[in-house]
């Protein structure tokens, strides 16, 4: 079974980069899908999108203008970048392996937007 | 973007009972339609995957049907392990979409 661990800082400040990585362990992340979502109390569970392990990659429109993900196979990662924050990106982001439907999730972080 | 409208969005059950909830799609999406179980501090977990099939590990009590908008997630015999927030999810078009949750409460 494979299993996630998303890391990264939990504190951003407003218009800057917030920078996560999740690390796949039991499986080789070259194969499948890997997707992030996040889940803050006021918008519930927003899928934020997910990439192939060939680096291929779909976004939320609602977020594309401000997002990246990317994947390294040599470390079995793969990472999130969500640029110019505010305080309406705060929420557990979680990361998950997609196979047509998001089967296992990491155990999620949190991140606050505040100065 | 496909919404999905849950209901009911909390629901206090004594243990034993019968839990329907439903979720409806604002349009068609075949059997691409997924449940979780949140529990608090918790990240979800796939309970049934294309409206119908039980995830591995997952006890017998659930059961999803339906198929194209309509569709209900079933726990038979409610258990006080099974007080969590519920969740579908559709994977039929991007962007992938959930629903609000419902909530159930163990009385």
């Known amino acids: 079974q494979v299993q996630l661990q998303e890391s990264g800082p939990g504190l951003v400040k407003p218009s800057e980069t917030l920078s996560l990585t999740c690390t796949v362990s039991?499986?080789?992340?070259?194969?499948?899908?890997w997707s992030w979502i996040r889940q803050s109390p006021g918008k519930g569970l927003e899928w934020i999108g997910y990439?192939?392990?060939?680096?291929?990659?779909n976004y939320n429109p609602s977020l594309k203008s401000r997002v990246t993900i990317s994947v390294d196979t040599s470390k079995n990662q793969f990472s999130l970048k969500l640029n110019s924050v505010t305080a309406a990106d705060t929420a557990v982001y979680y990361c998950a392996v997609y196979y047509g439907v998001l089967e296992y999730w990491g155990q999620g972080t949190l991140v606050t937007v505040s100065s | 973007e496909i919404v999905l409208t849950q209901s009911p969005d909390f629901q206090s059950v004594t243990p034993k009972e019968k839990v329907t909830i439903t979720c409806r799609a604002s349009?068609?999406?075949?059997?691409?339609l997924h449940w979780y179980q949140q529990k608090p501090d918790q990240s979800p977990k796939l309970l049934i995957k294309y409206a119908s099939q039980s995830f591995s590990g997952v006890p017998s009590r659930f059961s999803g049907s339906g198929s194209g908008t309509d569709f209900t997630l079933t726990i038979n015999s409610l258990e006080a392990e099974d007080a969590a927030t519920y969740y579908c999810?559709?994977?039929?078009?991007?962007?992938?979409?959930f629903g609000g949750g419902t909530k159930v409460e163990i009385k």
């Open positions: 990439i192939y392990y060939s680096g291929s990659t």
């Open positions: 349009q068609s999406i075949g059997s691409s």
């Open positions: 039991g499986d080789s992340i070259s194969s499948y899908y």
């Open positions: 999810h559709q994977s039929s078009s991007i962007p992938l979409t």
